[in-house]
């Protein structure tokens, strides 16, 4: 698997072996990261659920300052730190720290706050249902893990037919084949914050 943009563009990292994680593709990254440019530089992004961490190495090489990866398993968790190794001599100043923790009780942590994009992406498993999601929501609402313009990246299963948790704003949508993406503006945001656009 390769980086598809930003300082880092082109540059391969490893993904875990067996199937514990489910990459993205280059296309929804690329799709995904131009929508998204606007936020990036200089942002403090924390990407949950990270898997092989692929969505964070974007948002790093694309101009984030600050990068938090969330992984349970300690094997995987290694993986995002080599790859998130290979970016300083790709010329990428970004802050990296990788937490080996379950996404959802790691939420309830002190430096769990101030982000501008939080990128979710739960085992499919978990978002069968609304409720699901709502509660992984409402945790990242209520603890004040957005900073007050945030925006929420959430990659769930298309056939889910899944629609903003309450308390958020559904500010798009997008099908890449078995998978969605919705991004989420929190209800309270200022009515006056930017929207992505296509």
Not at 71 to 95: D, K
Request: aromatic share 4%; net charge negative.
């Amino acid at each position: 698997m390769k980086l598809t943009g930003g300082q880092a563009g082109g540059l391969r990292i490893d993904t875990p072996s067996g199937k514990r994680t489910r990459p993205s593709t280059d296309r929804m990254r690329e799709s995904l990261f131009a929508t998204l440019m606007d936020f990036l530089p200089g942002a403090r992004v924390l990407d949950l659920f990270a898997g092989s961490g692929a969505l964070g190495l974007e948002a790093a090489s694309r101009g984030a300052e600050e990068v938090h990866w969330v992984e349970r398993h300690g094997p995987t968790a290694e993986v995002i730190r080599g790859n998130a190794a290979r970016l300083v001599p790709a010329g990428v100043a970004c802050r990296a720290v990788v937490h080996t923790a379950d996404a959802i009780r790691w939420l309830r942590d002190p430096s769990a706050r101030g982000f501008h994009v939080v990128l979710a992406d739960p085992p499919y498993a978990d978002t069968a249902s609304q409720m699901d999601v709502n509660r992984l929501c409402e945790r990242i609402r209520g603890a004040d893990v957005l900073e007050s313009e945030g925006l929420l990246v959430l990659e769930c299963e298309a056939r889910s037919g899944l629609e903003a948790p309450d308390g958020w704003e559904l500010l798009k949508r997008k099908d890449y084949g078995a998978t969605c993406v919705l991004l989420l503006d929190p209800v309270s945001s200022s009515s006056d914050s930017t929207s992505p656009s296509d």
